[in-house]
């Protein structure tokens, strides 16, 4: 069994669809052959910042000069 779930989800390879994923951000070409080395300069980290005070989650990703390439807010649901 392969690793499962958002950090996971995409890929240069077929979507795992488990949990219902949905592409907001590809940082790699499509179609490229998978396990390129670090040397292409194609490796990713992601860091997740949550606010104490509004409970709102920050999600970054980020090239390997640790630059943001992408970023994503979203609000807690209130009931």
């Known amino acids: 069994m ?6 996971r ?3 240069p390879g077929r ?6 994923p949905e592409v907001r951000f590809l940082g790699i070409p499509p179609g490229m052959k998978p ?6 300069g194609l490796q990713f980290f992601g860091t997740i910042r949550i ?8 999600v970054r990703l980020h090239n390997q000069k640790g ?9 807690p649901e209130r009931a």
Not at 51 to 57: N, Q
Request: aromatic share 6%; hydrophobic share 30%.
């Open 15 to 20: 979507l795992d669809d488990s949990f219902g």
């Open 35 to 40: 396990n390129r080395p670090p040397s292409e």
């Open 2 to 7: 392969g690793l499962r779930g958002p950090l």
């Open 51 to 58: 606010d104490g005070r509004s409970e709102a989650l920050s």
């Open 67 to 75: 630059d943001a390439i992408y970023k994503l807010e979203l609000e």
């Open 9 to 11: 989800a995409g890929g």
